[in-house]
């Protein structure tokens, strides 16, 4: 009931809340606020179209029909005053309450505060969208073009001004399209006799086509095509000199288009002359590994000839070219291509040895061949950084975490990439800091390292398989960490080979050749004060059973599972429900305190048809399946007392896994966002193993899934089980957010349909 009270009095503040904002607070005399844009099309009304986008004035953002930025920009103060002075001369009753209660130096701080506060609300939320009529009729003009630009040449807009309330304006853009045309025929007068040849060789690709409707974007396109067909062909002087031309109406809205590419004019002292078109070849490239400012005047004083690339240093070459021309992919004595500078650009900035600013520059010889220069600039070979933290949490109250690391360039002159960490954390995990006599009772120490190649190592070539355009990579790294008084102060030392590349601009692949977990607990008998709400589960069977309450020594705790659980006693039968309370809890526990060796093999694929960092419209897929303890079952010799193979004396652990991952983003009206995830799960143990260890167990929550919830604090199967982590062996996640732009920098998640079940 209290609860039920409480959001009644909630929902009724934000009630009043709206009802209490002014939208035209701030709009001046004389002026209207722009309340709603509406058009029609052929008499159709269109709703959050496209078109939007064409309105050089579009109301103040709405969020399911209220403008929460303009109501929020309305609580700050425009003529909030600029100095101390003023505001204590326009605020006199209230300054002179503040002097009776502060000091003057206190009040300034409050004036400074109060105006810090009100800056940050009208620099962050939405200014009232006054009506301009010159950005209407440029609107108006913007409405047709676009038409026009669709083959409707004969489209008409309108547009009409309503007064909706006080100080408030609506604008009606009325649309008629009339006819569109289309495309009749297609000619050309291309002059070169090259490009023609490639023109009538690649046609069939052409984005204008007799039939189609008169689009100017397709002829954009087509400009585009052409340009990238000719200088991926050897045409290194073409820039694009293309038109097309069309005719008056032919018959029924019909029109013919004429594409016309002249020659290359060229100027020689004062003349000009035209020339045709030519196939250029690249005769040599030269790269210059440590392109500076200091060194551009200087001759180079190293050079290495490798594979038909020059290589050139100011000092001793500290590249292997071998390795180094796997990110070259301008090719000596083939044809001109521009596409190669590109890929050869982003390949290089890629290994992270050189400044982004890669630049490649190509020379005509006498011969008309070309030379190819690229100049990279080296980074530091060593790069340090430092960060240190405060930290809390309900597990953690209050920690300081320091975090250490050094990055490595080009380690073995291969563009290596070594990375380490060396992250330590002092903690207090105590409820209450002041029982102990030493504030920090806990520690944490983590250290990683890893080390990247910008190839595949394996001791067969992979080239033919993997070649260099897919951005192959190999990353061998090792993790070391250490617990102390946290949790079941458990060890955890991993290490991993992965490989990755790309096969195209949308798909992924990864390879974990090994992946080597081991787990150890050092301290399993503080389970039952680490997870209390198992001990609770006993306790009340202890009641259950006995009328008497359990102590919480891990021993005592263990003889009565032990007890509780012998089948001679007979429990299964006389007291079920006590019985699998108990037997459940027994479970968990092996669970969680397992040490285990976890050995995996798994393949990841990709796809995702994001284009950019402004695409927000795309699709995201994952597969990945994992198998653990396969291989290294089979060849290790040991076993311990339950016929467990074991690896450095722990049990393997042995599991089929497999995870499926979808994502599906919608760019809606006014850059707000619809987002459509699922997740599907399995994982099966078999073999040496009767669990799925603890870590590679599924769990759900968190800021990164059903944000609702904390991680490991949903599910499995929405059942309350009580226990601080909750995991399971199969997972299916599914949830719609709509995602709502607040602020010029915030997107809010508005979860639609949360829906999870595990087992």
Known sequence: MQNSFTKIQFSALILTFFISCNSVKYVPENENLLKKNTITVNGKTKSRSKLDSYLLQKPNKATFG????????????????????EWRENHPKKSQSFDNVFSKKQNFVIYKTNKGINNWILKKFQAPVIFDDTKNKKSVTSLKNYYISQGYFEATVTDSVSQLKEKQLGVDY???????????????????????????????KSKIKKGNPFIFNDFEQEEGRLISLYRNSGIYHFEGNIGFYTDSIKHDYYKDVVLKIPDRIISVEDSVFKVPYKIQKVREVNVYTDESAKNRELKPTDSVH??????????????????????????????????????????????????????????????????ADVYLNPLKKIALSFDLDATTSNIKPFGILGKFSVLGRNMFKGSEILELSFQGSFLNVATDASNNSNFFNAFEVLTIASLTFPRIIFPIRTNSIIPKYMAPSTRIDASVSFQKNIGLDRQNITSGMVYTWKSSKKIGHRIDLINLQYIKNKNIDNYFFIYDSEYQKLDRVSLNLFDTSLSQENDIILEFMDFVLDPDNGY????????????????????????????VFSYNFVYNSRQGLNDFDYSYFMARIVSAGNLSTLLAPNTNELGQKLMFGL???????????????????????????????AAMPYGNSDNIPFSRSYSAGGSNEIRAWRTFELGPGGEKTNLEYSVSTFKLVMNLEYRLKLTEKYMAPYLLMPEIYGI
């Open 651 to 681: 049990p393997i652990a042995q599991y089929l896994k497999l995870e499926l991952e979808y994502k599906k983003y919608w760019e809606l009206y006014q850059n707000n966002q619809l987002v459509f995830r699922t997740f599907i799960g």
């Open 66 to 85: 209220v403008p929460i930025s303009l109501y929020l920009y309305n609580m700050g103060d425009i003529e909030f005053e600029e100095t101390f002075d």
């Open 572 to 599: 299964d039968e006389t007291n079920p429900v006590d019985y699998d309370v108990t037997s459940d809890v027994d479970e968990r526990r092996d669970i969680l305190i397992e040490d285990v060796m976890v050995p």
């Open 174 to 204: 009325e649309i008629t399209t009339n006819n569109q045309y289309y495309i009749d025929s297609i000619t050309t007068e291309i002059e070169s006799l090259v490009l023609d040849s490639l023109y009538r060789a690649n046609i069939e």
């Open 306 to 371: 490798y594979e038909g690339y020059n290589f050139y240093s100011h000092g001793k070459l500290k590249y292997k070219p071998k390795h180094l021309v796997n990110s070259l992919f301008i090719t000596p004595n083939e044809y001109f291509k521009e596409a190669e500078r590109n890929l050869t650009r982003n390949h290089l900035r890629k290994l992270k040895s050189f400044s982004p600013s890669i630049n490649i520059k190509y020379r005509e010889n006498e011969d008309e061949s070309l030379t």
